[in-house]
C-alpha cells in the first residue's frame, strides 16, 4: 500500500513497474481532491499473481502549479498458501 498526500487538486496516475520504468499494473489514476490519496496492489499483473522481485511505486500528479513525480522502490515477496 502506498499512501501520500495531495497538497492541492491534481490529476493523478499511480502505476506499479519494474525498475527499468515499464509498468505492470495502474492502481489509481484519475482527478483527486487535496488530501490523503492511499493505493494497494494486490500483486497481480493483470489476471496473474506477479513474480516476486523488485519493483517501484510510480507517482505522477499535475496540478494547476505543474507536475509532481515520486518513485519508490519495493521488494515483493508472493505469499504462498499450503
Request: aromatic share 6%; net charge positive; no cysteine.
Given at each position: ?29 484519475g ?14 499483473i ?12 510510480a ?24
Amino acid at each position: 500500500t502506498a499512501t501520500f498526500r495531495l497538497r492541492r487538486a491534481a490529476k493523478i496516475v499511480v502505476q506499479i513497474e519494474r525498475p527499468n520504468g515499464v509498468a505492470v499494473a495502474t492502481l489509481r489514476s484519475g482527478r483527486r481532491a487535496a488530501g490523503p490519496v492511499r493505493a494497494t496492489w494486490r500483486g497481480r499483473i493483470g489476471p496473474r499473481r506477479a513474480p516476486g522481485g523488485r519493483y517501484q511505486v510510480a507517482v505522477k500528479a499535475t496540478s494547476s502549479v505543474g507536475t509532481s513525480s515520486l518513485v519508490a522502490p519495493f521488494s515483493y515477496r508472493p505469499h504462498t498458501r499450503h
